[in-house]
């Protein structure tokens, strides 16, 4: 979940082309991939996490946003399931923007419902992002924005190989990086 409590500020992470990493998902749970109607699933999750007021706005915003490329969403929005009751309960997206041109990978909307959290499944997704994302794309470098108010998400960006970028890219200037580490330093491990 987010943590309002600190000032929000934009962090670019950026990782160098490797290898997937290895993915450890707790038992009792599985990857799917996206289906038709799972936007509500990704809208309940993304509001519980306080990306978004509300479902309502989460769910306005996926629609306007990747249900015109449906195609896509099918092979690069993510869940993790409980195997037991079929709850989604984490969802990421292998995306990607236009770059001066230039189709640029990304990590996006990274999100682990508050019931689910400390139980390594954020660790999970992000690697089974990053997996797919080279598989889809091939070996290229992968981007993704966080913010302060994610402090505890860019341990787990750490851990899979990102590092803190201090150029901007496309919209995101990422120009008070500093500023942002100094707010998260004490979150580091």
């Not at 490329?69 to 690069?76: P, T």
């Not at 037991?84 to 236009?98: C, F, I, N, R, V």
Request: negative net charge; aromatic residues 12%; charged residues 25%.
């Amino acid at each position: 979940m987010l943590d309002k409590s600190l000032k929000y500020m934009d962090i670019l992470m950026k990782r160098e082309a490797a290898p997937a990493p290895e993915i450890r998902l707790p038992e009792g749970f599985r990857f799917v991939n996206y289906l038709p109607g799972d936007e509500k699933d990704w809208a309940r999750i993304e509001a519980a996490v306080l990306e978004f007021d509300d479902e309502a706005q989460a769910l306005k915003y996926f629609s306007d946003t990747f249900l015109p490329h449906q195609d896509e969403l099918l092979r690069r929005c993510f869940f993790i399931e409980d195997a037991q009751t079929g709850e989604k309960a984490a969802t990421a997206m292998s995306w990607w923007e236009l770059i001066d041109g230039n189709r640029t990978p990304w990590l996006h909307w990274i999100g682990v419902m508050p019931g689910y959290q400390g139980k390594g499944l954020g660790v999970a997704m992000v690697g089974h992002c990053i997996a797919q994302a080279l598989e889809i794309e091939g070996p290229v470098d992968l981007h993704l924005h966080t913010q302060t108010w994610s402090h505890r998400a860019v341990n787990i960006y750490l851990k899979y190989g990102f590092r803190v970028v201090r150029e901007p890219l496309g919209e995101w200037k990422n120009d008070k990086v500093d500023e942002a580490l100094a707010i998260i330093a004490p979150f580091m491990r």
